[in-house]
């Protein structure tokens, strides 16, 4: 079954598109954790995953595979803009803006990056790019709305990305004590359980429910092809 993120697994790579990164996880046979990259994104992600895993010795599948997504559940499409718009409040960034050389330290990041970093430190002006709250609903990259609307787009990211871990990040900015417990309440009443049901439709099962191994060094070397 789908495994939520009160689940996660305890071996686990979190990142958005670094490929050493991706490849380094799926060398450990770690599950790794896509954070709210775009759908259109996912699949690459996912290619280069699954590359490395199978020259490491094993054929991944939707158990290394996690999707972190800013979600918010109201009881009407207006009281959930209103709470979606608050993922917005550090300018549309995923992760925020800051100084680069806070964020990508020395050696954060591979040495081709290197001189990509020192660009970007070194700009003018520090700004982000991050579409706007309606592109991004569009491409659900944040998905806000009744329950029934929820699922019925989590379902699109489930079919899309497949991942058999995933995380939803209910709340963030200004949205009040009042409304995170409503959305918490929603996510646990109607929005989970509806998912665990998609997951199993769709055969997305965690690595708990497959007893997964948790790292590339403790799997059973008859389950390896190398």
Partial sequence: RLSMASETYLRSVPGVLSNETIQWAARHRYPYISLNTPLHLTGALWNVYDEAAREAGYEPGPENRGYLLRVHVADTMEKAEEGGRQFMWMQGEFTGVGYPYW????????EAKRLDYARYANAPVISSNKAPYEDQIATREIVAGTPEHVIEQLRVVLETCRPSILMLWGNDGGVSHTDSLRCIELLGQEVVPALRE????L???SPFELD???SLKLSPPETLTR
């Fill in 103 to 110: 964020i990508n330290p020395p050696g954060y990041g591979s």
């Fill in 198 to 201: 998609i997951g199993d439709e």
């Fill in 203 to 205: 055969g997305l099962h």
């Fill in 212 to 214: 997964t191994p948790v």
